[in-house]
């Protein structure tokens, strides 16, 4: 008998500046950002090895997309797997603003 999969949840932790996915109660991932005038600064996307393929980075993402809208804020793609879903998901191509140098210069200077 299999049992039933657990569903995934997405929860933004402000005090590590990321949004991590769970399942089953256990963190299989996360999304790094940070902040910066009215920009959110998605750099690091990351999912543990044994739950890839599952179609949980893309939960993640979306999710933190929308969580991002919702703040009234843009989102900065540094992270080249959020780049990918802005370009494949429409729904968010009003919210995104392009990696510049400036962006670059700041994230570097910034503590992650």
Same mark, same amino acid.
């Given at each position: 008998?299999?049992?039933?999969?657990? $569903?995934?949840?997405?929860?933004?932790?402000? =005090?590590?500046?990321?949004?991590?996915?769970?399942?089953?109660?256990?963190?299989?991932? !996360? $999304?790094?950002?940070?902040?910066?005038?009215?920009? =959110?600064? !998605?750099?690091?996307?990351?999912?543990?090895?044994?739950?890839?393929?599952?179609?949980? $980075?893309?939960?993640?993402?979306?999710?933190?997309? $929308?969580?991002?809208?919702?703040?009234?804020?843009?989102?900065?793609?540094?992270?080249?797997?959020?780049?990918?879903?802005?370009? =494949?998901?429409?729904?968010?191509?009003?919210?995104?603003?392009?990696?510049?140098?400036?962006?670059?210069?700041?994230?570097?200077?910034?503590?992650?």
């Amino acid at each position: 008998m299999t049992r039933p999969a657990t $569903a995934p949840v997405v929860e933004r932790v402000d =005090r590590l500046h990321r949004y991590e996915i769970r399942v089953g109660g256990e963190t299989i991932g !996360f $999304a790094a950002y940070r902040d910066r005038d009215g920009q =959110r600064v !998605f750099h690091h996307t990351e999912i543990d090895d044994a739950f890839t393929g599952r179609g949980l $980075a893309s939960v993640l993402v979306r999710q933190a997309l $929308a969580d991002t809208r919702d703040a009234g804020k843009h989102v900065v793609p540094v992270c080249p797997y959020v780049a990918a879903h802005l370009r =494949r998901h429409q729904e968010f191509a009003g919210i995104s603003d392009p990696v510049t140098p400036q962006i670059l210069q700041w994230l570097d200077g910034t503590p992650h």
